[in-house]
DNA sequence: GCGACAG
DNA sequence: ATCTTGTCGC
């Protein structure tokens, strides 16, 4: 594979992000939470599956639950996660029937070296809201925030605002939001506050990896 | 040159 | 990202 190739792709899809609200995050409502999973992460081609969870912020409650599978064989590569998981994403929105307000994804947005983390890729392909959840850092400098739900700092990248590091939980590591596309970086952490329930992650995501364990489960079990 | 590096 | 129950700390 070339990664020099797929830098410039990531740097003219790069171009056509939208880092303004298309919606007023107050307006949110239905929110789809997108993540993945692999039968044998030691394995490389293997089957990867998708799930996404579309969550009513206003009734706290799910309203539908797509599923999308399809064999994995693009490796896992820092700043090109894309690569690997969009087709698997691709494949799972194209199920849901529901018209959602914002995606959400497990990965960063334009927290990444070229503004195109995989909720930016994706926002950009599908021309859809979408933001980043992320679990851990890639890059960009930031202050800790303080131990208390809620609290969040700024996230830099060549001294540049590219989203938010927020305390979702006491006690527990904080999460990374940046704008995927069409959304601002303050807009993507106040939607990602309407879907926090108590949790270190926001519902939409959180319950996606909670159905794919068990699909997973049911699919190794036979 | 070295280390860090979403999932 | 997965395996896997109980256990410890706030």
Redesign the pocket.
């Known amino acids: 594979m070339d990664l020099s190739s797929l830098k410039d792709e990531q740097n003219r899809l790069a171009l056509k992000l939208n880092l303004k609200d298309r919606i007023s995050p107050n307006r949110v409502r239905f929110v789809a939470g997108i993540?993945?999973?692999?039968l044998?992460?030691?394995k490389n081609p293997t089957l990867g599956i998708a799930a996404l969870v579309v969550w009513d912020v206003k009734e706290k409650s799910i309203v539908d639950v797509f599923y999308y599978e399809q064999e994995v064989d693009f490796?896992?590569?820092?700043?090109?996660?894309?690569y690997?998981?969009l087709p698997l994403v691709l494949g799972v929105f194209k199920k849901c029937n529901v018209e959602v307000d914002a995606f959400m994804?497990?990965?960063?947005?334009i927290?990444?070296p070229r503004k195109?983390?995989?909720?930016?890729?994706f926002g950009v392909v599908c021309d859809v809201v979408s933001l980043?959840?992320?679990?851990?850092?890639?890059?960009g400098v930031y202050d800790e925030p303080a131990?208390v739900p809620g609290d969040y700092k700024p996230v830099f990248v060549e001294n540049e605002l590219r989203g938010f590091v927020m305390r979702s939980r006491?006690?527990a590591n904080p999460i990374?939001i940046s704008p995927g596309n069409n959304i601002t970086s303050h807009s993507a952490v106040e939607t990602t506050l309407l879907c926090l329930e108590g949790y270190r992650l926001p519902q939409p995501t959180r319950l996606a990896?909670n159905y794919?364990?068990q699909y997973?489960?049911k699919l190794?079990s036979r």
């Open positions: 993540d993945l999973t692999y044998n992460i030691w490796p896992y590569i820092p700043t090109f996660l894309a690997r998981e994804l497990d990965g960063m947005g927290i990444h195109l983390g995989i909720a930016a890729h980043g959840c992320a679990k851990s850092h890639l890059i131990n006491k006690n990374f990896h794919l364990q997973r489960r190794l």
